[in-house]
């Protein structure tokens, strides 16, 4: 079978190391794997480095260190018969100077977070990387109003992609019978996710059958752990190849970010059927309804942490995700989300609805499907095929 209006794709993406944009890009590419000849796309992946050994992709992964691998990048991203897609480099000086010395044809740059990383007053380079764009993917509404208002970038040329997840995954929760009551956070331990405050608001439940268990590594591993030597049930476990069967066995996912573009954990937790409080920021309402598909705690404090050498720094601007404007970060308060998580250990008729709630919400909006129906559509109307039925 000949498929016609073959388009030619070549994805240029991280793969080391444990994170969203890795999960959901592996999981694209092999849902489109299973389409096999159906598929009138033909994928080609690039990288930088090492794939990290939890990562199966379908096809073979060319790293550009090596020089011909980099010469057949280049040679993708000059030809009028390639996309090329570019996941995370919207800020990159590197990929501005890229650009600047090739003649770009079809780039797409998808943007999952690190405009907030960016200060204002290397705006320019961003703008210059958008222009050579054909459009910019942002991965949730609370991106595409950093990218309009801190650098103003035109509306026209964004358009919003939410995550997709894999939700043939087998996650429900176990029915686990614990002494304690469950909580968790999974992810970097780093300046922005804020886990010194849910740290802190574990102390104040010292007295109480719960307990923590935070999954991750990072920077602030050891200042973390410092912090947690005292009144409270912690532990660490460090980084876990396997989100969902972490995710399974808790009572309650707590993400207390001071920043998040939108929430990947959160789509996890909703496939396991795992409940979620969260701090209202960002895109994370994206994900989480208030009162429906978890619960959400306003940052109202100062921030008490600073960024370490090596750390990620504080953004300058978050999103409020009521007046869509910018403001300055702040920190959910630490006794407030102890009497909340406290509310919700002795209320499982509660847990049981959100968890619910989520899950549905996951399934209908955020099935890998969904993505890469939108997605190949978006290739599809650069490659100038959609009239086509492309």
């Not at 069967?245 to 993400?255: E, I, K, S």
């Amino acid at each position: 079978m000949v498929v016609k209006n073959m388009i030619y794709v070549s994805h240029f993406v991280g793969m080391s190391g444990i994170g969203g944009v890795q999960r959901n890009f592996t999981e694209y590419l092999n849902s489109q794997a299973e389409l096999g000849q159906l598929n009138n796309l033909l994928h080609k992946v690039y990288t930088l480095g090492e794939v990290d050994s939890q990562y199966i992709l379908p096809v073979t992964v060319y790293n550009i260190k090596n020089p011909r691998n980099f010469i057949s990048l280049v040679l993708d991203i000059i030809s009028r018969k390639n996309i090329v897609h570019f996941y995370n480099n919207l800020t990159s000086f590197k990929m501005a100077l890229f650009l600047f010395l090739l003649p770009v044809c079809n780039i797409i740059l998808h943007e999952r977070g690190t405009v907030w990383n960016l200060p204002s007053s290397r705006g320019v380079v961003l703008r210059f990387v958008a222009w050579k764009a054909s459009f910019i993917l942002a991965n949730s509404s609370a991106t595409r109003v950093m990218l309009e208002k801190k650098f103003r970038i035109s509306n026209s040329k964004i358009i919003v992609l939410h995550n997709g997840i894999d939700t043939s995954v087998e996650c429900i929760k176990k029915n686990l019978i614990h002494k304690n009551f469950r909580v968790g956070f999974i992810g970097r331990l780093d300046t922005p996710k804020g886990v010194h405050v849910l740290i802190e608001a574990m102390h104040h439940l010292a007295n109480y059958d719960i307990e923590l268990i935070i999954a991750g590594d990072g920077i602030l591993e050891d200042a973390l752990k410092i912090q947690a030597d005292g009144p409270g049930k912690i532990s660490f476990i460090g980084r876990v190849s396997d989100p969902y069967r972490f995710l399974r066995d808790l009572d309650l996912l707590v993400v207390p970010s001071i920043r998040e573009p939108l929430g990947n954990v959160c789509l996890e937790a909703g496939l396991c059927k795992v409940p979620v409080l969260a701090t209202n920021v960002d895109g994370i309402p994206e994900i989480i309804k208030n009162g429906v598909t978890g619960e959400l705690i306003n940052a109202t404090d100062e921030v008490s942490i600073s960024a370490s050498k090596g750390s990620v720094p504080l953004p300058e601007f978050v999103v409020n995700p009521v007046t869509k404007d910018l403001q300055t970060p702040r920190q959910i308060n630490s006794s407030l989300l102890a009497e909340r998580i406290l509310k919700l250990s002795s209320n499982p008729d509660k847990l049981k609805y959100y968890a619910n709630g989520l899950h549905n919400r996951v399934m209908s909006n955020f099935c890998i499907e969904k993505y890469a129906k939108k997605l190949n559509t978006i290739y599809c109307r650069i490659d100038g095929n959609l009239s086509q039925g492309c």
